[in-house]
Structures are given as structure tokens and as C-alpha cells.
């Protein structure tokens, strides 16, 4: 089970950090990645990190502002996000995958997912 949190709705330059409690596997030998998807629009990638949290992938929007991490001991992920902009308005959660993955449909557990909201 993944349970998101840390959603909230914030100016624009804000920062906000998202995390994912993960409960019933272990949550080390997975992938984890966040993904967000906003109104009317699919969804995309945000950032995906290996087992261990040493290999990172970002898209390219994100690139520089936010930043994935995990912390194994307390099967929990994280998504710190500086400098928001409106166009990271979406709904924000998390999945995990057996391996590194970037399709969606490799991501077997997901979160319902937190709403973040950047205003101008």
C-alpha cells in the first residue's frame, strides 16, 4: 500500500516536499517513481529512483527543481520541490515497479495520490 501526502496549494517560487509511505512489501527491492498528471492532460513522469536511491531520472520540466529520495529504514519517498511554477499543477503520486522502468504499466502499486496547487 502507498499512501502520499504533502499536498497543498502554494505560490508560485514555493516549495513543497511530497512523501509516500509504503506498508505490506519490501519496500527496498523496488523502484519507486512519481508520477503526476494534470487536468486534462496525461500523465507524466516526474522522477523515478532505483532500489537503492542511487540512480535518478528526472523529467526534463522538473530538472533541476526537484529532487526524489527515499529512505529504506522507513519505506518512505520523498519529492522536494523548489521553485514551483502554475505548470506543475497535477495530482502527484506514487508507484512502484519490480525494475526500472519507464512505462506505466510496469508500475504494479500505486498511491491515490496528493493534489498539489501552484497559484501565479
Known amino acids: 500500500q502507498l499512501v502520499e501526502s504533502g499536498g497543498a496549494s502554494v505560490q508560485a517560487g514555493g516549495s513543497l516536499r511530497l512523501s509516500c509511505a509504503a506498508s505490506?512489501?519490501?519496500?527496498?527491492?523496488?523502484?519507486m517513481a512519481w508520477i503526476r498528471q494534470a487536468s486534462g492532460k496525461e500523465r507524466e513522469f516526474v522522477a523515478i529512483?532505483?532500489?537503492?536511491?542511487?540512480?535518478?531520472q528526472y523529467s526534463d520540466s522538473v530538472e533541476d527543481r526537484f529532487t526524489v529520495s527515499r529512505d529504506n529504514a522507513k519505506s518512505t519517498l520523498y519529492l522536494q520541490m523548489d521553485d514551483l511554477k502554475p505548470e506543475d499543477t497535477a495530482r502527484y503520486s506514487c508507484?512502484?515497479?519490480?525494475?526500472?522502468?519507464?512505462?506505466?504499466?510496469?508500475?504494479?502499486?500505486w498511491g491515490q495520490g496528493t493534489q498539489v496547487t501552484v497559484s501565479s
Open positions: 508507484a512502484a515497479a519490480g525494475t526500472w522502468a519507464t512505462s506505466f504499466a510496469k508500475y504494479t502499486s
Open positions: 529512483i532505483s532500489e537503492s536511491g542511487a540512480l535518478m
Open positions: 505490506g512489501g519490501p519496500f527496498e527491492t523496488y523502484v
